[in-house]
């Protein structure tokens, strides 16, 4: 089946600095790929849509210069956490969208990253 | 808005006992429906969603859903749950041109 590689899986970092995230779709093109991010117990929050090519699409509430996303390729996004603060350690997790299936096709998810900013 | 409750944030149950996670969403449009399972330390893997079509919805693993309209939910179902059904179950809501909506989450803890 397909599947989408998240990478860290953990990330310890000090407050100031940033951190780059990627998730990758490993056997098939993603045109459309989503940054979600998962405080402790409470739901899955959606940050922003990136599309291949184009700016990401940020949800409400999201800071688009703090969280810096980037899909160069129909295989790879990149999330920069930027000046980390300790209010950003949080789960991040990637999911994908099989282009070739179109708008209904399901999303694919990643293991997620655990960031702690100290 | 779209918005996806669910009701049970802990669900401890027997091992071949039956066992029902609760879906309720709100919606002002035509819905597409999804359950999420976590197991433990793996990715979130679709377990079945609703189009269109027949309201009943089945996974390969023994578990449904029933996309009910008139009472706003999309229940998940199972008759006899095994020791590896044990993870966290993800419902999520999705509108035509609109981002998926998911709910807490609710635990799933099946007890020898």
């Known amino acids: 089946g397909a599947v989408v590689s998240q990478h860290p899986s953990w990330v310890i970092c000090k407050s100031g600095t940033s951190v780059k995230i990627e998730c990758r779709s490993l056997d098939f093109q993603a045109t459309t790929m989503f940054w979600y991010r998962q405080f402790p117990k409470q739901s899955l929050m959606l940050m922003a849509t990136s599309n291949e090519g184009s700016k990401a699409t940020y949800e409400q509430g999201v800071e688009k210069d703090k969280f810096l996303i980037n899909h160069a390729s129909l295989t790879l996004s990149t999330l920069t956490v930027t000046s980390a603060h300790p209010e950003d350690s949080s789960f991040y997790i990637c999911?994908?969208?099989?282009?070739?299936?179109?708008?209904?096709?399901?999303?694919?998810f990643g293991n997620g990253t655990r960031l702690t900013v100290t | 808005a779209q918005s996806v409750t669910q009701l049970d944030s802990q669900v401890p149950v027997f091992e071949e006992a039956p066992v029902e996670l609760r879906c309720n969403y709100s919606s002002s449009v035509s819905v597409y429906l999804f359950w999420y399972v976590q197991y433990p330390n793996q990715g979130l893997q679709l377990l079945l969603k609703?189009?269109?079509?027949?309201?009943l919805v089945e996974s390969i693993n023994g578990f449904e859903a029933e996309f009910n309209k008139s009472q706003t939910s999309f229940h998940l179902r199972k008759p006899s749950v095994h020791i590896s059904d044990t993870a966290e179950y993800f419902c999520?809501?999705?509108?035509?041109?609109?981002?998926?909506?998911f709910g807490k989450g609710t635990r799933l803890s099946v007890i020898a």
């Open positions: 999911s994908a969208r099989d282009g070739f299936w179109g708008r209904n096709s399901p999303l694919h």
């Open positions: 609703y189009l269109s079509g027949s309201t």
């Open positions: 999520a809501v999705s509108g035509r041109n609109t981002p998926l909506v």
